[in-house]
Nanobody
Framework: QVQLVESGGGLVQAGGSLRLSCAAS????????MAWFRQAPGKERDFVAL????????NYANSVKGRFTISRDNAKNTVYLQMNSLKPEDTAVYYC???????????????WGQGTQVTVSS
């Protein structure tokens, strides 16, 4: 069983930055593909970014490409999401998730955190 705990969310003005963290426990972190998803009120949960086991491959949703950066520290069992140039449409609950392969669909992810709220004011 893998436990994931996100942190770093908050309220920020448009154009600002936040860094989310997701700490994992209960498994071998370096074996997992890690991803971030987000869900805005009244909308489905959407893929944001993923990173492979070594950190050598990343993939992003078009809506965040060039503004967000996903990274991981396998020694600290932690994945990060650096979010720059934030826009009001980035407002959502952000979740980290674990998979055993490189997938963009949430249905392929086996473990999820509880989420952290990000609110971007205009």
């Amino acid at each position: 069983q893998v436990q994931l705990v996100e942190s770093g969310g908050g309220l920020v003005q448009a154009g600002g930055s936040l860094r989310l963290s997701c700490a994992a426990s209960g498994g071998t972190f370096s074996r997992y593909v890690m991803a971030w998803f987000r869900q805005a009120p009244g909308k489905e949960r959407d893929f944001v970014a993923l990173i492979n086991r070594s950190g050598g491959f990343t993939n992003y949703a078009n809506s965040v490409k060039g503004r967000f950066t996903i990274s991981r520290d396998n020694a600290k069992n932690t994945v990060y999401l650096q979010m720059n140039s934030l826009k009001p449409e980035d407002t959502a609950v952000y979740y980290c998730a674990v998979a055993y392969g490189v997938f963009m669909s949430g249905r392929n992810y086996d473990y999820w955190g509880q989420g952290t709220q990000v609110t971007v004011s205009s």
